[in-house]
């Protein structure tokens, strides 16, 4: 199965300040008949399921704000927030969905400094 | 508007069995591959199962294949997740989750989760 490790575990940012989530996985999650990777981030808030932020990598999905914003390929992938907003305090997972066993990070826990 | 609810969630020795069903709502059921994701208490999130559209295509995760079957009845919009020889460890919040068309990967829409509570 692959392994998707994010880092830090734990991160306090400033308002108005950037964040920035790790993401890597265990081997390459980049199709190459298509050049897509297979990435995906969700937002989960307490008591909440999770909500999607992000899919193949870097595309937003409908109706989120555009500071958020994910890069990376192939093994190396990054969830960052431009400024960040007291609403995001969350805790942000990345999936893979390259094989049909999906697997997602460990979390990691977004609070405000 | 795109809705889906758990239901069949409860209380259940280890080794008893469980079937949680969720129902669809606002969109072509048929059309979408659907996952069960679980989240066990104050931990992250684990994919458990998945089916495409048609019912034919069916993928476990190692820690629960050969226990649980997912199925799903597309004249009724309904998915399942048979749970047999629950263990503690199957103790979570089991959320459905629907993909954006047959086997995209990522899921655009959630359940609000029912809780399994496999204990003595």
């Known amino acids: 199965d692959i392994v998707m490790t994010q880092s830090p575990d734990s991160l306090a940012v400033s308002l108005g300040e950037r964040a920035t989530i790790n993401c890597k996985s265990s081997?390459?999650?980049?199709?190459?008949?298509?050049?897509?990777?297979?990435l995906g981030w969700y937002q989960q808030k307490p008591g909440q399921p999770p909500k999607l932020l992000i899919y193949?990598?870097?595309t937003r999905e409908s109706g989120v704000p555009d500071r958020f914003s994910g890069s990376g390929s192939g093994t190396n992938f990054t969830l960052t927030i431009s400024s960040l907003q007291a609403e995001d305090v969350a805790v942000y997972y990345c999936?893979?969905?390259?094989?049909?066993?999906?697997?997602f990070g460990q979390g990691t826990k977004l609070e405000i400094k | 508007e795109v809705q889906l609810v758990e239901s069949g969630g409860g209380l259940v020795q280890p080794g008893g069995s469980l079937r949680l069903s969720c129902a669809a709502s606002?969109?072509?059921?048929?059309?979408?591959?659907m996952s069960w994701v679980r989240q066990a208490p104050g931990k992250g999130l684990e994919w458990v199962s998945g089916?495409?559209?048609?019912?034919?295509?069916?993928f476990y995760a190692r820690s629960v294949e050969g226990r649980f079957t997912i199925s799903r009845d597309n004249s009724k919009n309904t998915l399942y997740l048979q749970m047999n020889s629950l263990r503690a460890e199957d103790t979570a919040v089991y959320y459905c989750?629907?993909?954006?068309?047959?086997?995209?990967?990522?899921?655009?829409?959630w359940g609000q989760g029912t809780l399994v509570t496999a204990s003595s």
């Open positions: 193949w990598a870097s």
């Open positions: 989750a629907r993909e954006p068309y047959d086997s995209s990967g990522y899921s655009d829409y």
């Open positions: 606002g969109f072509t059921f048929s059309s979408h591959t």
């Open positions: 081997q390459s999650v980049l199709y190459s008949s298509n050049n897509k990777n297979y």
């Open positions: 089916i495409s559209g048609s019912g034919a295509g069916t």
């Open positions: 999936q893979q969905y390259y094989t049909a066993l999906y697997t």
